[in-house]
């Protein structure tokens, strides 16, 4: 199977290629040429294995480069035992008759990027073993906040790799922000920006296809790639845990096999989302992909009216993982529901980055309609759903967890579709203590970010992760902040070249 860029429909590179790049070097994403697929007997086939095994068979249909022993090698050392607090990795909740959280934040950091970014190190290594003998690899990252934390995470010390973070000064929790500057490992770096994340993630796009850059990497044996979910290396680990989701839904009397389930997503990179969409095109049987969105609802508007339009403010909300205005893997679904034509992905990219919009054409928004539903809600309603789901069903939710809860109910009272849902939760409400303590105790008495812990474990008792309760007390190691034109310069500074 090989790769293409949705921006130049000549370009044919291996999985490792892909990987290794992260990005086309015409601003293209890289897309399978053709989504694989699966029948009922492959999921009949899956349903008694561990989570390990299934990554192993579903990877397997896009890494086609990779050999049966490089797929195991990756996928045991990301999800081996004990690197998550579930044994199951990405188990299912079951939160209401019909109603399952497939809880993805059981990693290291105890967000959902960990289910792609505890393996993409490993997929990362042995592709470049295969593509760019001798070279050291720089990791790019822009982060809304979780990102970041999971990637420096996955990527510290992992020989012939460097990890560079650029995160919005004022645009993560303040328990993220602690994650990211108290990192350790001899090949990392973190760096605080004056801007959202858009403005962190365009720096970053644009140093990719820096030629200046580009030349200077060459002559230092240097070379870029992404952690990003616009590396594919990011997506593909994302389509297992729906593959595997469905497994389980099926094991567990859910659904009978070929039966049909909803999946509902908060979205923010259109990446989580993308990942179910594959999932769908594999041959999972998938009747509506859900978009749930918190106030930066550009892509709500977006899937019900086929405009795409940044032009609009932007919030800071307590879903801060979603605020989000330009939603890069959009364009991938967009080349795959174009007939691949890559001539208008190009208008269309151009176009917003002009003026901000682009409206696709009737075909694309026909199909839009048949494969989503989406929804939005403001941090007022996301708060009022966490105390709902707390005190009606004992479950402490986070924050963008709460907006897809919020989004599905909607969507459930306006369609009466009862088709039994998977709901994706990103994150373990400790990440926001603030905001979800707010939500189930009226009377706060703790003023900083570790009694609030304490207070919601009192309230709850729901256990603290162990490793955000190790975090209370240490100080910062990585405190410069950077203006947003200065991205490039603080690279070589941080890389000495
Ligand atoms: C990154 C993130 C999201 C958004 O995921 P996308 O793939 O960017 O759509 C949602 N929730 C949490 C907690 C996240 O970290």
Wanted: hydrophobic share 40%; glycine share 6%.
């Amino acid at each position: 199977m090989y790769y293409t860029s949705t921006r130049d429909k000549s370009v044919r590179v291996t999985a490792s290629e892909a990987i290794t790049k992260g990005i086309s070097s015409d601003g293209g994403l890289f897309v399978p040429t053709e989504i694989p697929k699966i029948n009922e007997d492959f999921i009949k086939e899956l349903i008694p294995l561990s989570y390990i095994e299934r990554a192993k068979r579903v990877l397997s249909l896009y890494l086609t480069d990779f050999t049966d022993e490089e797929i195991s090698y990756c996928v045991e050392g990301a999800y081996k035992q004990g690197k998550f607090s579930s044994n199951k990795v990405a188990p299912l909740y079951e939160l209401a008759d019909g109603e399952y959280v497939l809880e993805l934040w059981r990693g290291p950091t105890c967000a959902f990027k960990d289910m792609a970014l505890q393996l993409l190190p490993y997929l990362l290594t042995t592709a470049s073993e295969k593509t760019l003998k001798d070279t050291e690899i720089v990791i790019l990252v822009a982060t809304s906040g979780d990102t970041g934390k999971a990637a420096l995470e996955g990527f510290k010390d992992v020989p012939n790799t460097k990890i560079l973070v650029f995160y919005p000064v004022d645009g993560v929790s303040p328990m993220q922000k602690l994650q990211m500057t108290t990192q350790e490992g001899e090949n990392v770096s973190v760096c605080a920006i004056e801007g959202n994340f858009d403005d962190a993630q365009s720096g970053v796009k644009a140093i990719f296809t820096d030629k200046d850059i580009e030349k200077k990497f060459k002559e230092n044996n240097l070379a870029f790639s992404s952690a990003n979910s616009i590396n594919w290396g990011r997506l593909v680990p994302q389509i297992v845990y729906y593959v595997s989701a469905y497994c389980d839904m099926v094991e567990k009397g859910a659904v009978a096999l070929g039966e049909e389930i909803n999946i509902v997503v908060p979205t923010g990179n259109f990446g989580n989302i993308l990942a179910a969409y594959y999932a769908k095109k594999m041959g999972i049987p998938v009747k509506t992909l859900i978009c749930a969105s918190n106030a930066n609802n550009v892509l709500t508007d977006f899937l019900k009216s086929g405009t795409y339009d940044k032009n609009r403010d932007f919030y800071c909300t307590t879903s801060p993982s979603m605020d989000i205005l330009i939603s890069s893997n959009l364009e991938r679904l967009l080349f795959h529901l174009s007939g691949e034509d890559d001539s208008q992905v190009r208008e269309w990219m151009q176009s917003l980055s002009e003026c901000g919009k682009y409206t696709v054409t009737d075909e694309v928004f026909a199909q839009i309609k048949a494969l989503f539903d989406a929804g939005c809600c403001d941090d007022f309603a996301t708060k009022g759903t966490i105390t709902e789901i707390f005190n009606s069903k004992n479950y402490l939710c986070d924050t963008h967890t709460a907006v897809a809860l919020n989004v599905y109910k909607s969507y459930k009272a306006q369609t009466g579709d009862s088709t039994p849902a998977v709901i994706a939760s990103t994150a373990n409400p400790y990440k926001f203590s603030a905001s979800v303590l707010s939500a189930v105790s009226k009377e706060i008495k703790a003023d900083n970010e570790f009694d609030m812990v304490d207070e919601l474990f009192a309230k709850s008792g729901e256990p603290v992760p162990a490793q955000l309760a190790s975090l209370k007390g240490k100080s910062p190691r990585f405190k410069q902040v950077c203006n947003k034109n200065d991205m490039k310069q603080v690279v070589f500074d941080m890389l000495g070249i």
